[in-house]
């Protein structure tokens, strides 16, 4: 990391953030679902970042698409419900129902 440029540097924490937050979202969304007990660190990682592109993708139809470079309520919220969306598609695709 010594000889990285100062946006490399920018690059790298932000991607490290949105695992973290990626992480914590997919992890409440999870609980939201009840499906904490079945996932691990890993899946709600993948779920909270997927999700937030569902969030995203969504909440554009919507007008409230929050950018990718700021970090806002907004932004959360779209993303929370976009992890829940995609945990509800899950549990139709793996159950064939909602829980």
Request: aromatic share 10%; hydrophobic share 60%.
């Amino acid at each position: 990391m010594v000889g990285l440029l100062k946006q490399e540097r920018i690059a790298l924490m932000g991607i490290i953030i949105a695992i973290i937050v990626g992480g914590i979202i997919g992890w409440l969304a999870s609980l939201v679902m009840n499906r904490d007990a079945s996932m691990g660190i890993f899946w709600n990682i993948v779920v909270g970042v997927v999700g937030s592109f569902i969030g995203r993708f969504i909440g554009g139809f919507f007008g409230i698409a929050p950018t990718l470079t700021s970090f806002n309520v907004p932004g959360l919220l779209v993303s929370f419900a976009g992890a829940v969306v995609l945990l509800l598609i899950m549990n139709l695709i793996q159950r064939g129902r909602v829980r």
